[in-house]
């Protein structure tokens, strides 16, 4: 572990030394919709709220870590015992691969693109007991952004490459697609 740990460190200032690296602590909001068969389901409002470190400055490497609350209304179940709110809260990891296409990192507008794989890890939920969620669910994300001199905002659209559950009598909860919108600061180191 302590080999690791050093590993790591080292990993991190050898980077660091090269290229520009970036704090973006940031807040926003979700919209996740998930394919329930059986059922009526449209997606919610819900918050995100995290921290990630961009490395490099025309292509670049982010690394992210969200508390994120997913929200999905159900209706018209053909299971009664499943819930007319199904609610997610749990840690998103986005690994995130983007490139600057306008500006530079002394413009005051920049415009970027960014596109990359994530992991959903559930902590809570509000499903019956008889209903088995995947504890972790992986998707794809597409997305664009702005830096208006220290301030972002980010929009991305991302893909279930997995499903929720599939063990689930009269209705099976399928994939989920997620609106992000987030803003927040950005910190050059």
Not at 116 to 123: D, P, Q, R, V
Not at 149 to 178: H, M, P
């Amino acid at each position: 572990m302590r080999t690791l740990s050093l590993l790591a460190a080292t990993m991190f200032l050898t980077v660091s030394t090269y290229a520009q690296v970036t704090l973006k602590p940031h807040v926003g909001l979700n919209l996740t919709n998930v394919t329930v068969t059986g059922t009526d389901a449209s997606g919610q409002a819900g918050a995100l709220a995290g921290l990630s470190v961009a490395f490099g400055k025309k292509f670049y490497f982010e690394p992210g870590l969200q508390y994120v609350a997913k929200s999905t209304d159900i209706s018209s179940s053909t299971n009664p015992s499943f819930p007319d709110n199904l609610s997610l809260k749990g840690l998103r990891v986005p690994l995130a691969l983007g490139i600057n296409l306008l500006g530079s990192e002394k413009s005051t507008l920049t415009l970027h693109g960014f596109g990359g794989l994530s992991g959903f890890f559930i902590m809570s939920d509000n499903t019956p007991s008889n209903i088995d969620l995947n504890k972790a669910n992986w998707g794809l994300f597409a997305g664009a952004g702005i830096d208006i001199w220290k301030i972002f905002v980010d929009v991305s659209y991302e893909w279930s490459l997995s499903e929720l559950s599939t063990n689930v009598s009269n209705a099976q909860i399928g994939a989920t697609r997620s609106l992000f919108i987030n803003g927040g600061l950005r910190i050059n180191l």
